[in-house]
T-cell receptor, first 114, second 111 residues
């Protein structure tokens, strides 16, 4: 069955520290991959997406993600976290044939301490 | 700004009532998803429309219905409202690749 797993329900990091949020997927073929961020009471905002090509993808707000086919993973990273990065982060997948069946992970809530 | 608009931003109503939430997708996108997000259930997919036709249903209650109009805007109708229907309701405009662009949401409070 197709699924997306974000193993960490919440993570706390210190401001200025590096961040890695994990995402694993189960899919029949290499899907399109996405990371979204949601601030409290707001809609989800697309951070970055991977369709094909270079497995290291750059996104907005200084985030990047690396696609690892052998591990079925698409982890999100940021070298130095800012207090404004505190939010919930969602990993998502969609079929690589295009189309409209996107599956979201349960989300990881990021807390940033001063 | 995602280019997706949702109205109203906030809605407060009483149990048993009926409300309509509206969504206008990004220009050029034909598909719209509706989601419900609550603290205990997380982000739940409700229903998907593509170019006016229903394409997929998720965890949508029978009291809820939706439609997409010829101008591609969509409406989500919630009836016989219960306290547990209080939540954020999002629509997402979907591009051909599956990239979803979310609207700002409608916060529904049922008293």
């Amino acid at each position: 069955a197709q699924s997306v797993t974000q193993p960490d329900i919440h993570i706390t990091v210190s401001e200025g520290a590096s961040l890695e949020l994990r995402c694993n997927y189960s899919y029949g073929a290499t899907p399109y991959l996405f990371w979204y961020v949601q601030s409290p009471g707001q809609g989800l905002q697309l951070l970055l997406k991977y369709f094909s090509g270079d497995t290291l993808v750059q996104g907005i707000k200084g985030f990047e993600a690396e696609f690892k086919r052998s591990q079925s993973s698409f982890n999100l990273r940021k070298p130095s976290v800012h207090w404004s990065d505190a939010a919930e982060y969602f990993c998502a997948v969609a079929p690589n044939t295009g189309g409209f069946k996107t599956i979201f992970g349960a989300g990881t809530r990021l807390f940033v301490k001063a | 700004d995602s280019g997706v608009t949702q109205t109203p931003k906030h809605l407060i109503t009483a149990t048993g009532q009926r409300v309509t939430l509206r969504c206008s997708p990004r220009s050029g996108d034909l598909s719209v998803y509706w989601y419900q997000q609550s603290l205990d259930q997380g982000l739940q997919f409700l229903i998907q429309y593509y170019n006016g036709e229903e394409r997929a249903k998720g965890n949508i209650l029978e009291r809820f219905s939706a439609q997409q109009f010829p101008d591609l805007h969509s409406e989500l109708n919630l009836s016989s409202l219960e306290l547990g229907d209080s939540a954020l309701y999002f629509c997402a405009s979907v591009s051909w690749s599956g990239t979803q662009y979310f609207g700002p949401g409608t916060r529904l409070t049922v008293l």
